[in-house]
């Protein structure tokens, strides 16, 4: 669901202008700040560590993406078919795994709870831009 969001939300992405992007952008930050409440001290050490994190998660989601789009079933065999929905899985563990590093990072400079109120902000985010391009639509 999240690979399946982050591909909508990106095939959107690349067709608006930069200052849209960056609203979009902006938009998804002031969600988390509100959310999560940070102290300045823990915004001066979570915001590098997350953009860190959101930048390789949208790296996997690109590789995944790809896989989708560029290796399509009709023509191939099925051990073809079977490569590629294995390359997919991989990268989905890749991303558990990724998540459960930074999560420990996170825990380094915010609380747990904090970082709950991140995944929550998170999700947030993601419907109310769904909820954007179903009106859009």
């Given at each position: 669901?999240?690979?399946?969001?982050?591909?909508?939300?990106?095939?959107?992405?690349?067709?608006?202008?930069?200052?849209?992007?960056?609203?979009?952008?902006?938009?998804?930050?002031?969600?988390?700040?509100?959310?999560?409440?940070?102290?300045?001290?823990?915004?001066?050490?979570?915001?590098?560590?997350?953009?860190?994190?959101?930048?390789?998660?949208?790296?996997?989601?690109?590789?995944?993406?790809?896989i989708m789009s560029d290796r399509k079933a009709d023509g191939k065999t099925d051990d073809q078919v079977l490569g590629n929905l294995k390359e997919v899985?991989?990268?989905?563990?890749?991303?558990?795994?990724?998540e459960k590093e930074y999560q420990n990072k996170f825990l380094k400079v915010i609380t747990a709870a904090q970082v709950i109120e991140l995944y929550k902000a998170e999700r947030t985010f993601n419907d109310m831009l769904l909820q954007r391009l179903k009106q859009k639509n």
């Open positions: 669901m999240v690979a399946l969001l982050l591909s909508v939300t990106c095939t959107f992405a690349q067709r608006r202008s930069e200052e849209e992007i960056k609203r979009i952008q902006d938009a998804k930050v002031a969600i988390i700040t509100n959310r999560l409440n940070l102290t300045q001290e823990q915004s001066a050490g979570f915001w590098p560590v997350y953009n860190e994190y959101a930048q390789k998660r949208r790296e996997i989601h690109r590789e995944q993406r790809k899985q991989a990268l989905r563990q890749e991303e558990l795994d990724l």
